[in-house]
């Protein structure tokens, strides 16, 4: 196995429950908190996407222009 290489048991152990505990508690403060984010942050999404992506953008700009 990949991960016994790395990681001992309980490790491995301790990492699947930390996984899946994270996303359920992730999953039900989402939903939990649903009709405010409904309310309080519509069109949040678009705003993400543009400037998440104009980031992007200047980072492979800066990388293309200095050639690494």
């Known amino acids: ?3 016994g290489a790395y990681f001992t048991t309980g490790r ?4 699947i429950f930390f996984i899946i ?4 508690l992730m999953i039900y403060s989402y ?3 649903l009709k405010n984010h409904q309310r309080y942050y519509k069109g949040a999404v678009k705003k ?3 400037y ?3 980031i992007i953008a200047v980072f492979v700009a800066i990388r293309f222009i200095w050639g690494q």
């Open 1 to 3: 196995m990949f991960l």
């Open 12 to 15: 491995i152990i301790f990492m």
């Open 21 to 24: 505990s994270f996303i359920t």
């Open 31 to 33: 939903r939990k908190d």
């Open 48 to 50: 993400v996407v543009i």
């Open 52 to 54: 998440g992506g104009l």
